[in-house]
């Protein structure tokens, strides 16, 4: 039996099938989970309920795990792009003094 490890926090099942639910729902994909979440969500709140393999706690802490990753990954982009623009505007500085101050 292999163990597998989410990458994030399970207080819903043990290991293997709370790796069975991870594995089910990134097959579905992202968007068709949170979708399919609002859906169930909106469902209970007029009483009715769609029988499911995966319990809703799993696939919100699921969807969180995909928000923070997609946000962690967003705020690094931010930055390299801010540093490669200050390292652009350091280089036209550059050029520019340097066609300035030196004699033609």
């Known amino acids: 039996m292999t163990l597998h490890k989410l990458p994030f926090e399970n207080r819903w099942s043990n290991g293997n099938?709370?790796?069975?639910?991870?594995?089910?729902?990134e097959r579905i994909g992202l968007e068709n989970v949170r979708f399919w979440f609002m859906m169930e969500t909106s469902r209970r709140e007029e009483g009715m309920s769609l029988p499911s393999e995966v319990p809703?706690?799993?696939v919100r802490d699921w969807l969180a795990y995909h928000d923070r990753t997609h946000e962690r990954r967003a705020t690094r982009w931010r930055i390299a792009t801010?540093?490669?623009?200050?390292?652009a505007a350091i280089a036209a500085?550059?050029?520019?003094?340097l066609m300035t101050t030196l004699p033609k």
């Open 82 to 87: 801010a540093v490669l623009a200050a390292i």
């Open 93 to 97: 500085s550059a050029t520019f003094w």
């Open 56 to 58: 809703p706690g799993f």
């Open 17 to 25: 099938q709370a790796w069975q639910w991870h594995v089910h729902l």
